[in-house]
């Protein structure tokens, strides 16, 4: 009696085929997962508008208070301190990131609801800050307004 081979010649290029197609897809799920684990992509939408400081902690506490941004549809946000210049810094949205791209500062950022309050999260990576910002759409028309800080830096500004 003959033995059947499991593998014949075209039998190899089959399996062979399927491994690699397998092998393939799995780096496309993969990037899926990733996507599902760290809550999506981020979107500059996520980000554009106007915020302002609300809360600061973290090992570095520097960034004046009431401090406003306005997040712009082009890639750069104007960062002002009560009383001060605006400062223009370009920026980018990568995954749930967002990079000055000035000094290559990053903080991993989510935008979420609380008390009736569009909430900007900020957690500085390789930098101990964590900054909480209010849309000043969301909060009542008279925002109070700081006096001038002489001795104070902005959140894109790494110490």
Not at 97 to 125: I, P, R
């Amino acid at each position: 009696m003959e033995k059947h081979k499991i593998f014949n010649k075209s039998g190899k290029t089959l399996f062979y085929t399927i491994l690699i197609s397998v092998i393939i897809s799995l780096s496309f799920l993969g990037a899926e997962c990733n996507k599902i684990i760290n809550g999506g992509n981020g979107n500059l939408t996520d980000v554009v508008g106007n915020w302002i400081l609300h809360s600061e902690s973290g090992n570095l506490v520097d960034v004046c208070r009431d401090e406003t941004i306005e997040f712009k549809t082009t890639g750069y946000a104007d960062l002002t301190c009560p009383g001060s210049t605006p400062v223009t810094r370009k920026f980018t949205i990568q995954n749930n990131d967002l990079v000055w791209l000035d000094n290559n500062l990053t903080y991993t950022y989510q935008v979420y609801n609380s008390g009736g309050n569009k909430v900007l999260d900020l957690t500085g990576q390789g930098v101990g800050r964590h900054l909480i910002y209010y849309s000043t759409s969301a909060m009542s028309p008279k925002v109070p307004v700081k006096e001038k800080c002489n001795d104070c830096s902005n959140s894109s500004d790494k110490k």
